[in-house]
């Protein structure tokens, strides 16, 4: 149990594009997810945490406008990455905790990497 | 000063070998503490949680020195699966941060 998908699982799309990241909880409802971003022999860094229908909390540092996160339902996030550059190419990955036993630890997607050109 | 700090290594350790790693944390009031290992291009997967009584899982060992706030990992008997980088990680009411981990190869 507790699986998380991502999709897709890499991205290479041209300056200036926008990119949407998707984070799935396959059998459970998770109530918060979060989205990370990890970059080459760097620890993950904690972008946003968001919970079901309502807006994301943001770290310092993030930029609300360019990186949009939707937490729509209680098994998908969207993370949608606005007119990318060459500097967001990273990796992001999502993770998800739900309800009772669930609150005390994260299960983690696979990853997007997203390499923008 | 990074909430969770540890020896980035690189650990290059023949077969059979014991390796221990260290992790330092700054937010005393972390309340749950975990060894993630993370490969290549992977995202991260638990290894173990850490207790303070210390627990053990197999080959692996966690400490946890709260007065301290001290963490470390033992490994016995290396394999060469066991080749990947290992994170120190806090949680704290839903707020989990990660070390930038320490990278481990087994080498034959």
């Known amino acids: 149990g507790a699986v998380v998908s991502q999709h897709p699982s890499w991205v290479i799309c041209k300056s200036g594009t926008s990119v949407k990241i998707e984070c799935r909880s396959l059998d459970f409802q998770a109530t918060t997810m979060f989205w990370y971003r990890q970059f080459p022999k760097q620890s993950l860094m904690l972008m946003a945490t968001s919970n079901e229908g309502s807006k994301a909390t943001y770290e310092q540092g993030v930029e609300k406008d360019k990186f949009l996160i939707n937490h729509a339902s209680l098994t998908l996030s969207t993370l949608t990455v606005t007119s990318a550059h060459p500097e967001d190419s990273s990796f992001y990955i999502c993770?998800?905790?739900?309800?009772?036993?669930?609150?005390?630890?994260?299960?983690f997607g696979p990853g997007t990497r997203l390499t923008v050109l | 000063r990074k909430e969770v700090e540890q020896d980035p290594g690189p650990f290059n350790v023949p077969e059979g070998a014991t390796v221990a790693f260290n992790c330092t944390y700054s937010n005393s009031a972390s309340q749950s503490f975990f060894w993630y290992r993370q490969d290549c291009r992977k995202e991260p997967k638990l290894l173990m949680s850490v207790y303070s009584s210390g627990n053990e899982d197999g080959r692996f060992t966690a400490q946890l020195n709260r007065a301290s706030q001290y963490i470390s990992l033992l490994i016995r008997d290396s394999k060469l699966s066991d080749s990947a980088t290992y994170l120190c990680v806090t949680y704290n009411n839903n707020d989990m941060r990660f070390g930038a981990g320490t990278r481990l190869t087994v080498k034959p």
């Open positions: 993770s998800a905790s739900g309800l009772g036993s669930m609150t005390d630890t994260q299960y």
